[in-house]
């Protein structure tokens, strides 16, 4: 009896597939006693689009751009990921200067959507003036990209050996001019975010993760630094450019939202000093080496450190000019469980501002998975197989 | 007889459908929702809507289909955004509407006008425990817990200046206050007032109970067309309302249209930038603000007041 | 622990002109390397067709209607482009450029987003559809 009356006085709060806190579709099922959360399941699995089947069909140059798709907001990592990936099967050597650029990028991208990250974060801390000035401030980044690559999103700088661009000295100056800006202006911010009380309350000592928490939950990227873990592919294992211009890893120790924000733009001062680094003494040399069209059989991983954490890529081939198999882990995947684990506990106000302190990006982390293992493991699944296990669910669920 | 009672009511009709009151009233609350919306994106760096865009929205959402959900009461769902509306344009009867005199007063209307301004509040509240939708539900709560936080420390701040006029009728406040910057002397009543009257439109940092990013629209999820334009307008008309109180109370007073415009405005300069300044609060954190803080500041007010009163007579 | 740190950027604004430009009427001059409307030189060209086989959004088609007389159609679907840049890459003897002003490609007109680069007299059999013969087309 007692248990059931328990059972009645909870209540679920859906949130998600399509919810005003999700830009994306994911589903939390949020139990809650009054405001305070008791438990939460997470559902992913709505923006699956096929990707990892889809460059099984299609070249080498052709994945290139399939993978920079992924996500709209690393697009150039992803695809220095594959480069990186590809180049070690081919036994390639890309140039010295063309692997400067891509860390360039890479730090441009970065800045990108740290910025990118404050804004989102504080609109859902509900601080809307601190996210239109800090939208407006990316505009800056977004025109040097532009400048530099001659596309604001996807900018496309990877090609399958090297870089598509050269960087002269009118655009170096623009970029330093710009970073002056964003320096100044990101002290200004970092100022902001952890002095201002009013900000302060929504996010001081909410979804506090300890380091042996963030260990156990394998937590990556920015979430995991921000609870002291020193976890950062450009330190830990440097890849391209990163071996000449090593970075710097920045840690805090809180743990909590705040430490979340003030990892974010610390890192951005460590970018910012890369890309001047990078623009004093870039080498010279050339931008590309020649790529055979059909990669050597073999398979390889490559990890590399993106906005969000840990990007993990396998790369198989089988000799030909189409890829056998590639598979993508992304930094958010790695980050979800612990969302789930940190709202217990919390009121449902901080859910979303818990949710949002992973960063998190929901269409890049859908993959296939196989959770049904009733009628035995498969490993593969034919066409007719998944599409008749696809009937077969919907009319159980609707049975 | 018929004839002369309605030509002795045509005044009254007019007050109560046209001007101050009625189609006026509607269209100033519109010209302030313009202006806060406005004010808040240029402090902001952004150009912010056109200066129709509020009556645009009021008229699409007027010719827009009403859904009533299932499972809600249909007259009440019908009815609560009516009483709404009602209740706050009966409240600017009482007040100093573009500085005239109120329309009618009575002794203690101050009491009335800000009670009618909580059946707004009210309305909102049982408009989200009607329906059965999550976030209405939730929505609800958190409206009538912010409702009962600052209607104290409103309250309280507002009968500063009654207190010193020693009166509780509004047209005897208005004309001791005509003149008397009462900001001076009672500031923390002013501050309190101010910060009181955001919660009470919840607007920014007391919009929990309709924090988009968390309950969609709260109590307000399930309203669409009709009773949303209604809502809406009703939220314009508090503003108003609000905003003519305190100023009529500790700015010297509103005794003509300019004055009335010059003084208004310029508060609600000040709510919208402490809008842009501050950070949404949590329902716990809006409670304990109001309890912790707010009543402590305006009964400290009191005090001061009533000692100052008692030593100066 | 301050309250309102943001003050100085908002009373800068009050007095100051919105940042957000109303873009059809303010128009910023664009980037050298701004990557738009895609443009064939066919004079070099030995219709090898990487530039087809490379692009990932299908959007070239190289018709090859007779590869001595290098007599070839470049079939180009703007709609499609992700505006990569990959086929002026791929291409080695450097036939196709990107421009820099020609990038406002919205158009209510379905022909708009099929443009086909060539001899202007090849260029109308196709689009008339009269059969030619031993055509090649590469995708």
Redesign the interface.
């Known amino acids: 009896m007692m248990e059931k009356k328990i059972m009645d006085e909870t209540?679920?709060?859906?949130i998600g597939p399509q919810?005003?806190?999700l830009k994306e579709p994911s589903h939390f099922r949020i139990t809650v006693d009054g405001?305070i959360v008791t438990n939460a399941v997470v559902r992913l699995g709505y923006a699956h689009r096929g990707i990892e089947k889809a460059v099984e069909g299609?070249?080498w140059?052709?994945?290139?751009?399939?993978l920079?798709r992924i996500c709209g907001i690393c697009s150039h990592i992803h695809a220095t990921a594959y480069c990186l990936g590809v180049e070690q099967l081919a036994g390639v050597e890309v140039p010295p200067r063309a692997q400067a650029i891509r860390v360039l990028t890479a730090e441009l991208e970065r800045i990108h959507s740290h910025f990118l990250w404050v804004g989102v974060a504080a609109?859902?801390?509900?601080?809307?003036?601190?996210f239109?000035?800090i939208w407006?401030d990316r505009e800056t980044v977004m025109d040097l990209l532009?400048?530099?690559?001659?596309?604001r999103v996807?900018y496309?700088v990877n090609?399958l050996g090297g870089v598509?661009?050269d960087i002269n000295e009118e655009q170096a100056d623009a970029i330093r001019k710009g970073l002056d800006y964003l320096e100044e202006r990101t002290n200004?911010y970092l100022?902001?975010v952890s002095?201002?009380?009013?900000?302060?309350?929504?996010t001081s000592g909410i979804g506090v993760m300890t380091r042996n928490q963030a260990e156990v939950l394998g937590t990556v990227g920015p979430t995991a630094r921000a609870s002291n873990v020193a976890r950062d592919v450009r330190v830990e294992a440097p890849y391209g450019a990163y071996f000449d211009y090593p970075a710097n890893i920045v840690l805090e120790e809180r743990g909590d939202l705040t430490a979340r924000f003030v990892v974010r733009i610390k890192e951005l001062f460590e970018s910012y000093r890369l890309i001047r680094l990078i623009l004093d003494t870039l080498p010279s040399g050339d931008l590309e080496t020649r790529m055979p069209r059909r990669i050597k059989e073999g398979e390889t991983v490559c990890r590399v450190e993106a906005p969000r954490g840990e990007l993990f890529y396998f790369i198989k081939s089988n000799g030909t000019d189409m890829p056998e198999r590639i598979k993508i882990r992304t930094p958010t995947i790695c980050n979800m469980t612990s969302v789930v684990k940190l709202v217990i506990g919390h009121?449902?106000?901080?859910?979303?501002m818990i949710l949002v302190g992973i960063d998190p990006c929901f269409s890049c982390n859908d993959r296939m998975v196989i959770l049904d293992r009733s009628d035995g493991y498969k490993q593969q699944w034919t066409w007719e197989a998944l599409r008749q296990h696809g009937i077969d669910y919907y009319h159980e669920q609707h049975s | 007889m018929g004839s002369t009672t309605i030509m002795n009511n045509i005044p009254n009709l007019v007050a109560l459908l046209i001007f101050p009151a009625g189609l006026f009233l509607l269209l100033c609350g519109l010209f302030y929702e313009w202006a806060d919306r406005k004010l808040l994106a240029q402090l902001q760096n952004r150009i912010g809507p056109r200066w129709f865009q509020p009556l645009a929205d009021i008229i699409k959402l007027l010719a827009k289909e009403e859904v009533i959900p299932d499972g809600v009461n249909p007259t009440l769902f019908i009815g609560l955004p009516i009483i709404a509306l009602a209740g706050g344009l009966t409240a600017a009867l009482y007040v100093p509407i573009v500085g005239l005199l109120p329309s009618y007063g009575l002794p203690g209307d101050l009491i009335i006008t800000i009670y009618l301004l909580s059946l707004l509040t009210l309305c909102l509240g049982l408009a989200g425990s009607n329906t059965l939708d999550r976030f209405s539900l939730v929505g609800a709560t958190r409206t009538l817990t912010q409702l009962f936080s600052y209607e104290a420390p409103f309250m309280l701040a507002l009968l500063g200046p009654a207190f010193v006029a020693r009166s509780w009728q509004i047209s005897v406040i208005t004309t001791f206050t005509n003149n008397r910057w009462l900001i001076l002397s009672q500031p923390l009543g002013f501050l309190v007032a101010v910060i009181a009257l955001m919660g009470k439109l919840e607007l920014p940092p007391f919009d929990a109970p309709e924090a988009e990013t968390e309950i969609v629209a709260g109590a307000l999820t399930e309203y669409s067309g009709r009773g949303l334009a209604l809502f809406r307008l009703g939220k314009g008309v508090a503003l108003v309302i609000g905003l003519t109180l305190i100023a009529s109370f500790y700015l010297g007073g509103v005794t003509n249209p300019f004055l009335f415009f010059v003084k208004t405005l310029t508060l609600l300069l000040v709510v919208v930038a402490l809008q842009a300044l501050l950070t949404r609060l949590r329902i716990d954190q809006t409670v304990g603000l109001w309890w912790r803080y707010g009543t402590l500041l305006v009964l400290a007010q009191w005090l001061v007041t009533i000692v100052w009163h008692g030593v100066a007579t | 622990m301050k309250i309102g740190i943001m003050i100085s950027d908002i009373s800068n604004s009050l007095f100051r002109r919105p940042i957000t430009e109303l873009y059809p009427f303010e128009r910023r001059e664009t980037p050298e390397s701004l990557r738009g409307m895609l443009h064939w030189n066919s004079e070099n060209c030995t219709g090898c067709g990487l530039c087809a086989k490379d692009c990932p959004a299908n959007a070239i088609d190289l018709i090859v209607l007779d590869k001595k007389a290098k007599r070839f159609v470049l079939s180009y679907h703007p709609d499609r482009c992700t505006f990569c840049a990959q086929c002026v890459h791929s291409c080695r003897q450097g036939c196709l450029e990107m421009s820099n002003e020609e990038w406002e490609l919205a158009s209510l007109d379905k022909d708009q987003f099929h443009v086909l680069y060539g001899v202007k007299e090849d260029v109308e059999n196709i689009l008339a559809g009269s059969p030619l013969p031993d055509v090649d087309r590469i995708e």
């Open positions: 209540f679920t709060v859906p919810h005003p806190a405001e299609r070249n140059i052709q994945n290139l751009y399939m920079e609109h859902e801390a509900g601080f809307d003036t601190l239109m000035y407006r532009e400048t530099l690559s001659g596309n996807n496309s090609i598509k661009f200004h100022d902001v002095n201002d009380a009013m900000f302060l309350q929504r009121q449902l106000a901080d859910v979303p």
